[in-house]
Structures are given as C-alpha cells and as structure tokens.
C-alpha cells in the first residue's frame, strides 16, 4: 500500500499529466484587452495580506466573515466587511484542503492527512483520515464531512470528533489534484464521485441516487479521468456541475435525474444564478447556458486564450480572474466588458466569493480585497 506521502505525490503528478494531455500544444500569444469606457464601477473596500498559499485553497464565506488559510497552516477567519482579523490559528503544518467553514467552526486538512476542526482560534479536536484530501471538508448540520482522495466520504461529529460513519467508491485510479464537489441539499449529502454527483444520506452514507455527468473514454487512465470539480452550483432543486475536461450538466437533486449535459472542455468550476450557468472553457472561451434547457445563450472569445478561474455571478456582472493577475467584470447579457482591476498578484487561488455585500478575492502571494460593485 502506498504511503500518504506516496500518494500525494501520485496525484500530483497525474493531475500535471492530465493537463498536460488535455491541454495540448502551448496557448497563443493573446491579445492585450482594451478597455476603451468603464461601464460599472467596482471599488476597493479593504486590502489585507495573510501569506503566500501553495495548495488549492478555497475561501469559506459565512454571513459576513470569510475564513482562509496560508501554505504554513495559518487559519484566519476575517470581517468581510472590513478586512479585520477576528480569529486566527497557527497550526504550522502545511495544508492539502481547506477551508471549510459554517460560521462557528472551521475545517483544514493537513499535507499529513490529519482533519483539523478549530473555533474561536483555538484547536477543538483532529483525527487522521489516513488518506489525502483536496477538497475543502463541508461543516454542516452538527457533522463534518470529508472527501478523501481515495474516494472516500467520511463524517464525523463536529464536537466531538467521533467517526459517525465511512463509506468508500471503488473509483479510477486517477485522481485530480483540485477540489472536487461536496455540498449540502436539504437533507442530502452531495458528492462528486468520478463522473457522477451521488446523493448520499448524511445521517449513515447510504447512497440515496446517483447520476452520470460524464463517462469515462479513452485508451488508458489519464484520457479516462472524468473527475466532477468544484465549486458546483445549486438554485433551488437544480444543481449544474462540471465534469473534468467534458461535460457540463445539471441535476434535478430532489429527484436525483439529470436535466441536460453539454460538451465543454473546461478545468474550473462553474457558477450561475436562476436563468444562467456560466462555464469558462480551458481555451478561454466563457460559454452562458440557459439553466433551464442546456440551450447555448452566449459565448465571448474577448478573453480567449487567456487562462481563466472560476467565475462569481453577481446582480452586476459576471466577475472572473485570468493568470496574468487581472479580474474582469463581464456583462450578464452578452458578455461585454464592463470593468477589469489589475490584482496584488498573478493568480487567484479559488474562485471569488461574495460575504455579506463584499466580494472577496484572494491571490497566490496572499494578498486578499475585499470589492465593492455598487
């Protein structure tokens, strides 16, 4: 049996491999974009500075604080409002995944497979997953949940510490080296399981339904991983995710039946709000979906080539980073741009995330803002 260490390392490198693969020859040289008018103001709230962060580190935002963590295990819980710490952990040991948050406690996993709960700033209690994880753990009803990258779903209560339960998928020999799905509906638990959202109940992981996004294809393992990746997002009964370089869809979580999957050749996760699903594709490329019927409503090549993040949908716009340190306020009718803000950084870690009336971005060198979009 490999060693955890043996393990991370095998996922690093197969996640490398996969893109590598699905990315092909090397990305034109792109154009500079011009911005000639800006049509919606986007100001600067606060500015603050939590380290550089080496592991793919999603922000939690709960009411109004966002909670986040640095590559040398420093958690920070901040106000949302104005960029003042309001708790922060030391735990000086490197992170994997991380951060999950419900407003009271928050969640990491360690580089060593530990699974760290803290409230207030202090450390509540840890128990070895004896696996790693890149998926931030989801604090929710009393419990925290954990996907493993062995595949597995663990919960644990969230005061104690006690394993309530473990259920495990035998899955492909690949995994991705990004954060995978793993979010609450209801009174179901949903997991990203190779190409499938699984409906699981969270009270003993007893699989409720499952439903394929995509399939795997292909001659060996690397052109077969068909990993769902994070964040996903639900509206109502409706949850659209993206599956690893290939499909987007959307699921009808209440019954657990698939409404429409469309080709898209995308890394990053998507977002959306009642009518649209937005969907970058890996060539830059932004797509718009109706989230009703899959039909296409849009797409822009304004930033092809450019190497795009998660997008965050607004009430104003669509805002979305590219590697070169640049965030960009796209417009929700056709894909106009509206704005773009150069970032203390050149790439976000984890997609945008909207805390209260504050949207929060994050880079690698760990410079956070907190923005405005009057």
Same mark, same amino acid.
């Given at each position: 049996m490999k060693t955890l260490k043996q393990f991370f390392k095998f996922s690093f490198v197969i996640a490398s491999l996969a893109l590598v693969a699905c990315s092909g020859p090397s990305r034109p040289k792109i154009a500079e974009v011009n911005l000639p008018q800006v049509l919606q103001d986007v100001q600067t709230s606060w500015t603050a500075q939590v380290g550089p962060i080496d592991f793919p580190m999603v922000v939690a935002a709960q009411n109004n604080t966002v909670a986040l963590a640095n590559a040398q295990g420093v958690v920070s819980v901040l106000s949302a409002s104005t960029g003042k710490v309001m708790s922060r952990l030391e735990l000086k040991e490197r992170l994997s995944a991380g951060v999950g948050s419900d407003g *009271? *406690? $928050?969640? $990491? $996993? /360690? +580089?060593n497979g530990d699974l760290v709960v803290a409230a207030n700033g202090k450390e509540q209690w840890r128990s070895n997953l004896n696996s790693g994880s890149f998926t931030p753990p989801l604090v929710a009803g009393g419990r925290v949940f954990v996907l493993t990258s062995d595949r597995s779903v663990l919960a644990f209560d969230a005061q104690t510490g006690k394993k309530l339960w473990q259920q495990q998928r035998p899955g492909d020999p690949l995994v991705l080296k990004n954060p995978g799905v793993l979010m609450p509906f209801k009174n179901t638990l949903l997991v990203g399981l190779s190409g499938r959202l699984v409906g699981m109940d969270p009270d003993s992981g007893l699989i409720r339904w499952e439903t394929a996004i995509a399939t795997p294809r292909g001659t060996n393992d690397v052109e077969r991983l068909v990993d769902l990746v994070g964040p996903a997002d639900r509206v109502g009964d409706v949850v659209c995710v993206r599956a690893?370089?290939?499909? $987007? #869809?959307?699921v009808d979580a209440q019954r657990g039946? =698939? +409404?429409? /999957? !469309? =080709?898209?050749? #995308?890394e990053r996760g998507i977002d959306g709000n009642e009518k649209l699903v937005i969907a970058p594709l890996a060539n830059g490329v932004v797509q718009v979906w109706n !989230?009703? /019927?899959g039909e296409r409503v849009w797409d822009t090549e304004r930033l092809k080539y450019h190497q795009l993040g998660t997008p965050l949908l607004t009430p104003r716009g669509i805002l979305i980073s590219d590697h070169g340190g640049w965030l960009y306020l796209l417009s929700l =009718?056709? #894909? =106009? +741009?509206?704005? !773009?803000?150069? +970032?203390s950084g050149d790439e976000l870690v984890g997609p945008p995330v909207q805390a209260g009336s504050t949207y929060v971005v994050v880079t690698r060198q760990g410079a956070v803002t907190g923005l405005q979009i009057p």
């Open positions: *009271q *406690q $928050v969640a $990491v $996993v /360690t +580089l690893f370089q290939s499909q $987007v #869809g959307c039946q =698939a +409404l429409w /999957t !469309r =080709a898209s050749v #995308g !989230r009703s /019927t =009718a056709d #894909g =106009a +741009l509206l704005n !773009r803000i150069k +970032l």
